[in-house]
């Protein structure tokens, strides 16, 4: 996919060494975010076929801008030895190239999310977990169930549990943790049902990591408890 669209990119520059301009400078990340206003403004369209294609390209899309923007950290490290002016210089090369998805998710949910695109996100939710995806990637699940739970879609707990059941040791598992614990700290309160809804989430993903049995699940729901009431009290 990568390739293809490189080519196709690079077809369209008249002169070698000079990028393709018309009203200022157009890229991919550019295109994204257009398609994504476009997409988000998309309620008075009733063609929800063509809405879930959509969305269906803007992940495939996403996850091919994700590679591309690794690729030039990288390039832009080798060229000048340090980190492109755009990045925070307070996070090592290392944890900046690996969280990278995550933060590509984020900026996502910023454009796209919207409750308005719940029915279209879940289709695509569900046709990943059917082993239809692009990739059949553990990443390309995650940009859909994240996103879907940013916008708080229907049953959408049910959904991040079925991610975490297939979740392998990779990076996608500590981005879902990550996402897990700010719903907890931004959407629950001592004692409510959502509590206990995150915390079981976020052991298992624990749990899972760090290889530990079920009699120790406690444990790790009353270290979170702990550090939350530390850090705002009880």
Do not use: C
């Not at 994240?146 to 979740?167: M, R």
């Amino acid at each position: 996919m990568i390739e293809e669209f490189q080519n196709r990119r690079l077809s369209k520059i008249i002169e070698p060494g000079k990028i393709l301009k018309k009203n200022g400078n157009i890229n991919l990340e550019a295109l994204l975010i257009l398609m994504s206003v476009v997409l988000r403004n998309s309620e008075g369209v009733e063609d929800i076929k063509l809405k879930k294609e959509i969305y269906s390209s803007l992940i495939k899309y996403t996850l091919i801008w994700t590679v591309l923007y690794r690729e030039h950290i990288i390039d832009y490290i080798l060229k000048h030895k340090k980190l492109p002016p755009t990045l925070s210089t307070n996070i090592s090369v290392q944890r900046t190239l690996l969280n990278l998805p995550l933060h590509v998710q984020s900026g996502m949910s910023k454009w796209v999310g919207t409750p308005k695109l719940a029915k279209v996100i879940l289709s695509k939710i569900e046709s990943d977990l059917k082993g239809k995806s692009f990739t059949k990637s553990d990443l390309e699940l995650f940009f859909s169930v994240a996103l879907y739970g940013d916008i708080q879609g229907n049953n959408y707990p049910e959904y991040y549990k079925k991610l975490i059941k297939q979740l392998k040791n990779n990076p996608v598992r500590d981005y879902t943790l990550f996402k897990l614990i700010f719903y907890y700290y931004r959407r629950t309160r001592d004692g409510s049902p959502n509590e206990d809804l995150y915390l079981d989430m976020i052991s298992d993903l624990k749990m899972k990591e760090l290889n530990m049995p079920n009699k120790m699940k406690q444990k790790v729901i009353n270290s979170y408890k702990t550090t939350k009431k530390n850090l705002f009290g009880s």
